[in-house]
């Protein structure tokens, strides 16, 4: 399986460690938000349908980092596709 990410996800991404990194006047947090979302990206990836499946969305929300942040996502054949990357503090989504 390979993993894709939507450029709306790469946005969500980018945006939340810019975020992090200007509240924070460091990038210690981005970099461990960073290395906590490739450690969840390998679990999707060895095991696809480890999150909870969103049957109104057609999607797959994995929790991670203590709950702290969201990989939504869709399996596309041997593809997961990143749909979006949430900081779960932020204004619900659903």
Same mark, same amino acid.
């Given at each position: 399986?390979?993993? %894709?990410?939507?450029? #709306? @996800? &790469?946005?969500?991404?980018?945006?939340? =460690? !810019?975020?992090? *990194?200007?509240?924070?006047?460091?990038?210690?947090?981005?970099? %461990?938000?960073?290395? #906590? @979302? &490739?450690?969840?990206?390998?679990?999707? =990836? !060895?095991?696809? *349908?480890?999150?909870?499946?969103?049957?109104?969305?057609?999607?797959?929300?994995?929790?991670?980092?203590?709950?702290?942040?969201?990989?939504?996502?869709?399996?596309?054949?041997?593809?997961?596709?990143?749909?979006?990357?949430?900081?779960?503090?932020?204004?619900?989504?659903?």
């Amino acid at each position: 399986m390979e993993a %894709k990410w939507t450029k #709306e @996800a &790469e946005i969500n991404f980018d945006d939340t =460690l !810019e975020y992090w *990194r200007h509240h924070n006047q460091s990038d210690r947090y981005s970099d %461990k938000i960073i290395s #906590e @979302a &490739e450690k969840a990206l390998n679990y999707i =990836l !060895e095991n696809p *349908r480890l999150g909870v499946f969103l049957r109104d969305h057609n999607t797959y929300q994995l929790i991670f980092f203590k709950g702290k942040f969201s990989l939504f996502y869709k399996i596309k054949g041997q593809t997961i596709l990143i749909t979006r990357f949430r900081d779960n503090r932020q204004k619900p989504l659903y």
